[in-house]
């Protein structure tokens, strides 16, 4: 079934990089596909159910003439709700705002992987997998003496993306048997090409291979850790916050101890505050990409107080053209022309904020893998306590580009002498480990 998707406003400067592999479409079915404000599920809402009112969802339903699509497991008292024919999403969540039997609703707003509306084109690299472990942003984050200590063994990070190439030579002696597909409802999370343009802007499967470059950053800087693979955008690079929510929920049941998130919503989102909050109470670190909309643009979960929103910069930390920036920020790392895993069975290069999260995440994964015990507010600790300042080479942005660039071998070796830095910058709420 395909849904149609609202979108309010466009905002019309993505200033973004991208990979692209084109084929044709024959598809009629087309929705436009850009940076966006308030898009969302035109026939889907979401709600949580007060538990002080008591309510049932029955009830709920009843009022509004809606149905239940789903539950969410991991929240509860969170349903997902299709609209009577001809509402429209967001007016019934409006609708709802002032139901005190609720203590929220709100329309199933798009997730999209920020690198899935292409200006500029990358580059296959083919099957060498050379370039992958010798690439200038290794050196940049100090990751060769990070290894000396760490490498991430007994650690597993799930990738929320467009799933992964199972078979991948660097990646499939590393997966996790535990993973899913949440789009297409199977346990075979395949990053793969369908050959249709499924949102209509003139693009083919422009998100396809995001999540397996994603997966390839992370196994370079942890490559004992295990990747679990979740599939919760199509291979247009597009999903929803409730998709998002449902897997963040699997990760953390099914042990989990770093999320990476390369995708975003400019929506402020309950269920994603919520899915977040709770996955950090439980122990994991999320980590999510800060949006390649060179705005200061708080995308979600990024932005939520519980997780870390990594943006991007180049070779010389001068913040990548592409990459959003704001005091919402948490880190910078390199995202710019990063060669990874990308099927089928090979190599490319990919920039966006997407690239430099996962770097954030494969340095949480070796920090987890020497102590356990550290959760989310001590992890930020020791990552921003040791990384490097980025005021030098972005003067006009202090203050707005995180605490600057990890320095993964320090953090580590920091670790490592038992101490968690007392200048590191707990950015973490308590609240997200109460």
């Given amino acids: 079934m395909k849904f149609q998707i609202f979108r309010k406003a466009v905002v019309l400067t993505l200033g973004l990089w991208m990979l692209v592999a084109s084929w044709s479409s024959s598809d009629s079915n087309r929705v436009v596909h850009a940076g966006v404000i308030d898009s969302y599920r035109s026939d889907q809402v979401v709600v949580k159910l007060d538990p002080v009112a008591g309510a049932t969802i029955a009830e709920i339903n009843a009022t509004y003439s809606t149905t239940t699509l789903k539950p969410l497991a991991c929240l509860n008292g969170v349903y997902l709700l299709q609209t009577p024919a001809g509402q429209d999403a967001q007016s019934l969540a409006d609708a709802m705002a002032g139901d005190l039997r609720l ?102 499967d422009e998100g396809a ?95 939520t107080s519980c997780s870390f ?32 895993a990308f099927p089928p069975s090979g190599y490319a290069r990919w920039s966006g904020t997407s690239m430099a999260a996962p770097f954030v995440a494969g340095q949480a994964a070796l920090l987890r893998s020497i102590s356990s015990s550290l959760n989310a507010r001590t992890t930020a600790a020791l990552i921003s306590g040791t990384a490097r300042a980025l005021n030098a080479a972005n003067p006009k942005l202090v203050g707005r580009m995180g605490v600057g660039l990890p320095d993964v071998g320090a953090s580590v070796e920091t670790l490592a002498a038992g101490t968690i830095p007392d200048n590191g910058r707990n950015f973490i709420n308590g609240s997200c480990i109460q």
Avoid: C
């Fill in 103 to 204: 203590a929220y609703a709100e329309a199933n707003f798009i997730d999209e992987a920020p690198e899935a509306n292409p200006s500029r084109i990358g580059g296959w690299g083919g099957t060498d997998p050379a370039p992958y472990l010798k690439q200038s942003a290794l050196d940049q984050l100090n990751l060769a003496r990070a290894h000396v200590l760490s490498r991430g063994a007994g650690i597993v990070v799930a990738i929320l993306d467009t799933g992964v190439q199972l078979d991948h030579p660097a990646l499939a002696d590393h997966l996790t048997a535990t993973r899913y597909d949440f789009v297409a409802g199977d346990k075979t999370p395949e990053d793969e090409f369908n050959g249709l343009d499924d949102d209509g802007d003139g693009l083919v």
């Fill in 209 to 303: 291979g995001h999540g397996t470059h994603v997966a390839g950053i992370v196994h370079l800087v942890a490559p004992d850790a295990r990747i679990m693979p979740l599939r919760v955008l199509d291979s247009e690079g597009m999903g929803d916050i409730f998709t998002v929510a449902e897997a963040i929920g699997f990760a953390v049941d099914n042990g989990a101890h770093v999320i990476n998130a390369s995708l975003g919503t400019p929506s402020r989102s309950n269920l994603l505050k919520d899915a977040v909050r709770d996955a950090t109470r439980a122990g994991a670190v999320v980590v999510a990409a800060a949006g390649n909309l060179n705005q200061d643009a708080p995308q979600f979960p990024g932005a």
């Fill in 309 to 340: 929103a990594v943006t991007s910069v180049d070779a010389a930390n001068v913040k990548s053209a592409f990459a959003n920036f704001g005091a919402w920020v948490d880190f910078a790392a390199p995202g710019e022309s990063i060669y990874s």
